[in-house]
């Protein structure tokens, strides 16, 4: 139980592309998502946390217009970065729990931005 | 603000060798403490956690850690580590429940 999915795992774009990316639980309705980047060697940086219905909460320093977040519903969240640049190449996360005392992770997408 | 501290960014260990991997945090709440671990080319799976009751928590896979409340540390141990244990390990808090704090991840690499 408690997988989540991500879409794609790897996605090389142009720079001033938009890409969006796929977050979903398989198997459990999420009221909460969560969304992080990993930089190389480095721990995670959550970026967002979006609840089903409501517009997402940004962490301090990251743009809300250029990495835009939606969740439409309890088992699906999504994350659109706009207008790519090099600096955006990363490892995206997402999470998604339940109750809130845990949160299970997505595999990961790979960005590169040429 | 609550922050979390691995010492440890690697520890390099032989197979059937115990192993610890600390986390040290601070924060000026209670907070619920995480341990996730990562392997090469995947999301990060959690591990164990503690919530409340007994501060000794284990996970399916014979890793405990401990909550030490006035150390204020979560430390990760197994008495006898696998080669598929080598992985990040990642220890994180959460105030509220509703985010998680990283810590810097430790990489355990086990040899044979």
């Known amino acids: 139980g408690a997988v989540v999915s991500q879409h794609p795992s790897r996605v090389i774009c142009k720079s001033g592309t938009s890409v969006k990316i796929e977050c979903r639980s398989l198997?459990?309705?999420?009221?909460?998502m969560f969304w992080y980047r990993q930089f190389p060697k480095k721990s995670l940086m959550l970026m967002a946390t979006?609840?089903?219905?409501?517009?997402?909460?940004?962490e301090q320093g990251v743009e809300k217009d250029k990495f835009l977040i939606n969740h439409a519903s309890l088992t699906l969240s999504t994350l659109t970065v706009t207008s790519a640049h090099p600096e955006d190449s990363s490892f995206y996360i997402c999470?998604?729990?339940?109750?809130?005392?845990?949160?299970?992770f997505g595999p990961g997408t790979r960005l590169t931005v040429l | 603000a609550q922050s979390v501290t691995q010492l440890d960014s690697q520890v390099p260990v032989f197979e059937e060798a115990p192993v610890e991997l600390r986390c040290n945090y601070s924060?000026?709440?209670?907070?619920?403490l995480f341990w996730y671990v990562q392997y090469p080319n995947q999301g990060l799976q959690l591990l164990l956690k503690y919530l409340s009751g007994s501060t000794l928590v284990e996970s399916i896979n014979g890793f405990e850690a401990e909550f030490n409340k006035s150390q204020t540390s979560f430390h990760l141990r197994k008495p006898s580590v696998h080669i598929s244990d080598t992985a990040e390990y990642f220890c994180a808090v959460s105030p509220n429940t509703d985010k998680l704090i990283f810590g810097t991840g430790t990489r355990l690499q086990v040899f044979p």
């Open positions: 924060s000026s709440v209670s907070v619920y």
């Open positions: 198997d459990f309705q999420a009221t909460t």
């Open positions: 999470s998604a729990s339940e109750f809130l005392d845990t949160q299970y």
């Open positions: 979006s609840n089903e219905g409501s517009k997402a909460t940004y």
